[in-house]
């Protein structure tokens, strides 16, 4: 008979309900019978450690650690963190969200660990900034932009999307404000934020083209600069279904997004012919997408809202006919563009000076330990230094 390991049933249940997941469902994913996972958190029965780490590592998203705790750990929830959002809009997350949403909180807390508690940078990001209703957002917007040190001329010569998202990425990175991405699978939300005054994290959906990428991360940068989680869904149509203080701060969002990557001064300097090629002069020019470029057109009259939705309609089944047409990559490349470099070496430059044991790096990286060799040959340079 097998030894029954000492987990705590309590966590066993809030662990599975914390993400929205049923009985039924985990039993699917798991492949297990319904009266066997019931059994795990009534207490009659227990996983194996086997079982557990899967369980944990892909169901849960969580630290094996925490089944053994006494009790269920408090925790921030979605409802505490993402206070700009209407109480129906939380409630209603998809439970894929919600195990991102989950992910993301590990991350924050990997990072406070890895930091010792320490500040990421000399002078943190979030201090020398924020956001209120009041805020004039073309100032904001101009000097967060002198602070970062990248000049409008300096953007027009990235050529493309991909590269300025990895430009910007490695610019919130520098300033302690770590990005991490994730095939969401669900369409309608782009990406989302975590406030903290110390590890700011911003999580964006790699399922996305980069140009929307590239917009998600400023449009998460307002919701940290008011000091606050906050999500990017992909449609307008249902923000604007909110109303008050809610509505408002997804305007302003936006708003401080597009004036800070599409500065009106700058775009009213082009001559705003209205025509597809023009448009992707202007996105090229800027690095974001044509359908900011074609918003920009709508908000100054240039275009009806008829041919800005036929245009982005057209657009979006574009860029989801080339995402189909992909084969994905390589799990290791995605598990580095997931993570990003500067974490990444962040794990490893612990483990390096032998701080943290290879299981803490799989940990960390969310990879399992099996995986671990082929990830550092191919995305580390076979564990050389750098």
Known sequence: MKEKLPVNKDIMSWARTSIGLTIEEVAGKFHKSEKEIEA???????PTFVQLERLAFEIYKRPIAVFFFPSVPKEETPKTEFRSLPETIINELPHEIVKLYRRAKLFQLNLEELFEGNNPVERLF????????????????????????????????????????????????????????????????SGFCLYDNKYPVIYVNNSMPDSRQVFTLFHELAHL?????GIDFRSNELTKTFEGYHRNIEVNCNKFAN???????????????????????????????????????????????????????????QARDKKEGSDGGSYYYN?????????????????????????????????????LPTFEHLVMEGGKRK
């Open 40 to 46: 795990w958190e009534n207490g009659t029965a227990s």
């Open 225 to 229: 600069l008011f000091k606050s989680g």
């Open 335 to 371: 598990r580095k563009a997931y993570l990003g470099d500067r974490y990444i070496s962040l794990v490893y430059g612990k483990y390096y000076q032998n701080k943290i044991t290879l299981d803490n790096v799989a940990d960390y990286l969310v990879i399992k330990s099996k995986n």
């Open 126 to 189: 979030l201090d020398r900034f924020s956001f209120t209703a009041q805020t004039n957002i073309i100032s904001l917007t101009s000097d967060i932009r002198r602070e970062l040190k990248v000049s409008i001329d300096e953007q027009s010569k990235w050529n493309s999307t991909e590269v300025a998202f990895k430009n910007w990425r490695s610019v919130f990175e520098a300033n302690g404000i770590f990005i991490f991405k994730d095939a969401f699978k669900n369409d309608g939300y």
């Open 259 to 317: 004036e800070f990557l599409v500065p009106n001064a700058t775009f009213d300097s082009f001559q705003l012919t209205v025509a597809e090629s023009q448009f992707q002069k202007l996105a090229n020019f800027f690095s974001v997408s044509r359908e900011v470029i074609l918003r920009n057109y709508l908000e100054r009259g240039l275009v009806n809202k008829s041919y800005y939705e036929e245009m982005t309609a057209k657009w979006i089944k």
